[in-house]
Structure formats: C-alpha cells, structure tokens
C-alpha cells in the first residue's frame, strides 16, 4: 500500500462556480494546518481562508474525513474552491510545495479497494456510476457498487469451497471416521454449480450491452432509404443523402438512448455485388458489422425485391418498410414497421418497438453476473476448471482438488478475493483521476 498523501481535482477542469480538490493519506492533517485550516469538526463544512507563505490562496470550505470511516480508509479532506484555473493552480502548488503528490487515474478507488472499502468489482461500479448515460447503465452500476455482483460470485464460491472441502477431507483423512465416499457428495453440489455458471455465460451479453451499449445495424438494398432513416433517427443530418446509388460507402456510427438504453445505430453501404474496390469494401464491412450486432433492421424501398440483405436477417429482426409517402405500403408481419422520413409517419412506433426489444433483451430478474469481458474470461476460466474436477471426482477425491482450487481462484478474482496484483493496473487505468 502506498505511504505517501495525494491530491487531484475532482470536479472537471476549466472555468467553474466551485472546483473541488480531494487530499487523502497520511499527512492531510499537516498539510491543513499549514493552509491554515487545522483543528476541523471531522465531517463537517467550515469557511477557512487557505494560505501559503504568507500569501492568501483563496477562501474556501474544507472538509475533513479521518481514516478509516472514509472513502479511500485514509485520512481524506476536500477544498471547495472558487473554479477559477488561477486559484486552483495556486492551490495545487501549494500542495505540491508541502510535500503532495497529484494522484494517478483511479487511485483514489484503488486505494478503497486496498484498504478494503469495497471490492474489485465495487471499484469497477464507481468508474461504471461517473461513465453512466441511460437510466439503464445508472441503474446496474448502483446495483454492482451495493454489492450484487459481489454477492453473485461469492455464492459460486462459497458452493464451490463446500464441494472442495467435502473433497479435501477425504484426502487428507482417509483414516479418520469420514463417511464412506464423502468425496462423491461433493458431485450434485457441483453440478448445480455447474449449471449456475453456465446460465450466467448465456446471460452474459445482457449486462455488457447495458454497459457498452446495444448494437442495432441498418441494413438493405442500394437506394433503399437506410441514411435517411438514419437521419431521422438519430434526429440530425449524419449521413449523406443523395439519389446516388451507393453514396453510403462506410460503416458511420452514432450513439443515442432509446427507452433508456445506451444504443449505438450503425449505417452501412447498400448490399450488392459491384466491381468498384470502394463500394466492395464498403459492403464487406456493412456485413461484418451486422455480424455482430444484436439487431438489424432490413430496410426495404416500395418494390424492393430481396436481395442480399435477406441473407443477414436473423429471427427477431426488425423489417422497415420505407418511402410510404409514396403510396401505399402495407405490412407484411409482426416484425414489420412502415415508415415515411419525409412525414415523420411510423417513426414513432419503430421507435417503440426498438424500446421494446431493449426491454427484452436488456432487462432481466436477476442482476448480471457479467457486466465486463473481465468477469467473463474469469467465468470462462471457473466453468472449464469445475467441469475438469467433476470429470476428475469419479476417478478419485486428489484428482479433483486442483481443478476445484483454480476455479475458486477464478472466481476470486472477480471481487479481489485472491490473485488480483496482475489485473489492478488494468482496471483502475480507466479511471479519471480524481477517482
């Protein structure tokens, strides 16, 4: 753990009513009384002017937090400044004259979690909570810094340290008064674990999405009205529009929120086959891009035959039927949705039904067990190791040990149980450095 006191602005630079710069480690009491704002009332605001050899900084409200009721565990205070950049960098060199050092991104948190604030993933929810667009990414951080996820891995664990246990006293007891076969008891026990942890990978993608934001790609024929639906979407003139066959000739992105969600809409260059090398590329990564995403919408022109778009369409995709300004366009199922972005009509219901999609996708009973990469290659990781031990158990208890103490260690690492020198730097990297 580090021994040394850091400062760092925690409300965004530039001109501003207040700038707040947080101080936490051991010496923040000594540093306080040399700005002249010693003997404070722990928690409470008080009006101190700060000096600094002999010259007045400016007058601020400071506030002190003793260690370990703070938020790093460290002795902590904050000096609520006047926003303007000449105050704070006077301020910050009078830090820096006392003996301060700025903090790293993230070391705020870092030092929480070290001093066992909060846990790994708790950590990682307060990057989620300052990042946090849509009700939705607001809504499932809270929930991960209150504990839920830590709560979902620690009952993995805690099932599998059972089945380990049973194990272990096996082997090392064999002559003790165990009950016969207590190893094989350990099997239903893992099974159940077993499935636990497989439904938690197939319902992986969903807090990802929320986090990262869903994918939803149009695509169609040339010509078929996918920019201008693009436009009228995302409600500004994004895309080029023109009667030009092929204007579209790469994939063009935007982020917006739809019932709450964090979405990003992807435009992409009308299918067909072309002997234009700009044109090929272009359809190649219009079709990459609806590859991956998690939902596509076919948009189709009055008359529009299907092409190759049709290929790309997926059970639960949406068809959008475009132009119907025209004359007349009439449905063709439940997942279709006829438009015009001349008038503006059926926007509306394909806004909500893109919403309702959201919902069912997005929003589930149970709080992800997966809301980063992180936790799924550590999920990946404890599933191949269960399933290794249970194939092991039937062979013999001191086959199944090993793989049953790498997926506990799997599991750990998720909330920093064990092991979680080598991932700190990863995670706290993302964070802003006041935090």
């Known amino acids: 753990m580090s021994s040394d006191t850091i400062f760092a602005l925690a409300t965004p630079p530039g001109r501003g009513a207040i700038a707040i710069l947080r101080l936490s480690g051991p010496d923040v009491d000594r540093v306080l009384s040399a700005l002249g704002a010693g003997g404070l009332t722990p928690r409470m605001a008080s009006l101190r002017s700060l000096k ?6 400016d007058q601020a ?6 260690g370990p009721a703070s938020y790093t565990g460290e002795d902590c205070a904050e000096l609520h400044l006047h926003g303007g950049r000449a105050v704070v960098e006077a301020v910050a060199g009078a830090l820096t004259a006392l003996g301060l050092r700025p903090a790293e991104p993230g070391e705020f948190t870092r030092r929480a979690f070290e001093h066992g604030r909060m846990d790994l993933a708790q950590a990682e929810a307060v990057a989620d909570l300052i990042d946090a667009e849509t009700r939705s990414q607001r809504t499932q951080a809270l929930g991960q810094l ?11 664990r805690a099932d599998l340290l059972t089945a380990l246990a049973l194990v272990e006293a096996e082997i090392d007891f064999p002559d003790e008064d165990v009950p ?11 099974d159940r674990l077993i499935a636990d942890l497989k439904r938690a990978l197939a319902d992986a993608g969903r807090g990802e999405r929320v986090r990262a934001g869903y994918r939803i790609v149009l695509i169609g024929e040339t010509n078929a009205g996918k920019s201008s639906l693009f436009n009228a979407l995302v409600a500004r003139e994004a895309a080029i529009v023109t009667p030009v066959a092929g204007t579209t000739r790469d994939v063009l992105d935007a982020e917006l929120i739809i019932g709450g969600y964090a979405v990003t809409l992807s435009d992409t260059a009308g299918l067909r086959l072309s002997a234009d090398v700009v044109e090929v590329e272009g359809v190649r990564r219009a079709r990459a891009r609806a590859e991956a995403a998690e939902l596509r919408l076919w948009v189709r022109g009055p008359g529009d035959i299907p092409g190759e778009a049709a290929a790309l369409v997926r059970p639960g995709d949406l068809t959008v039927l475009t132009k119907a300004d025209l004359g007349p366009v009439s449905a063709e199922g439940a997942d279709t949705v006829v438009v015009s972005t001349t008038t503006g009509a059926g926007l509306g219901a394909l806004h909500d039904r893109i919403a309702a999609r959201l919902r069912a996708d997005l929003a589930g009973a149970d709080f992800p067990a997966v809301t980063r990469e992180r936790h799924r290659r550590r999920l990946v990781e404890a599933l191949a190791a269960v399933e290794a031990g249970r194939a092991a158990l039937d062979r013999g208890p001191e086959m199944a040990g090993d ?9 750990g690492r998720v909330t920093g149980a064990i092991g979680v020198e080598d991932i700190l730097g990863e995670v706290f990297s993302t964070f802003c450095i006041g935090k």
Not at 52 to 57: K, R, S, V
Not at 149 to 155: E, K
Not at 180 to 190: E, T
């Open 61 to 66: 409200l400071v506030l002190r937090f003793p």
């Open 403 to 411: 793989d049953l103490r790498r997926a506990a260690a799997a599991l």
């Open 146 to 156: 209150d504990g839920a996820l830590s709560r979902t891995y620690a009952q993995f």
């Open 52 to 57: 600094h050899d002999d010259e007045t900084l």
């Open 180 to 190: 016969d076969n207590l190893a094989r008891s350990a099997g239903p026990i893992l």
